[in-house]
């Protein structure tokens, strides 16, 4: 199984990958930052409900929780209070270096794209600190799409940006909503949580 996840056939034209939780190692410190700002802003999150979400955006995390909770917060600002409090704890992100190196084995020989449920300027650089951003020609993030993971729309931009017919891409994802995303945009849907554990 996992010499099949490494080996791209051959009607496999483009590449699409996550950022959070499959090329870089950024989930605990973003969870960091969630328990910083729903403790300031007294909101419920636990954490297995956080690693459920991701590739959700922050802002529409936030307006759910202050719906389901019936809190009234600006949910485009306390998004903005998490960023910054993220922001600072990029210099720590590790890569996750069996799929980057996917990444860097295919660079050159297949176009590849990111697509994250982030915003653009944390993704690039969280990239740029890793030292792959030069690897992907397109990076699509929450703000280029209007419908989030579990909907497929921004695995099409992705593929629409790097000239790729979906069902001709393959695409890497570490959440439930991702691979549902994914398999919406009729896509083949590579797991990085199967080769992770059986990296380990």
Known sequence: MKSKLLHVPSHIQGLIFDCDGTLADTMPLHWRAWQVITNKHRLHFPQDRFYSMGGVPSRDILKM???EQGLALDHLAV???KEAQYLPLIAQVEPINQ????????HGRLPMAVASGGTRPIIEQVLEHLGIRHLFQAVVTSEDVVKQKPAPDIFLEAARQIGVAPECCRAYEDTD?????IRAAK???VDVRELLSRAA
Do not use: D, K, P, T
Not at 99 to 106: D, F, S
């Open 187 to 189: 896509m083949e849907a």
């Open 177 to 181: 909503l991702g691979m549902q995303a």
């Open 79 to 81: 998004a903005r209070e």
């Open 99 to 106: 799929v980057v190196g996917i990444a860097r084995q295919n």
């Open 65 to 67: 929780l202050s719906a």
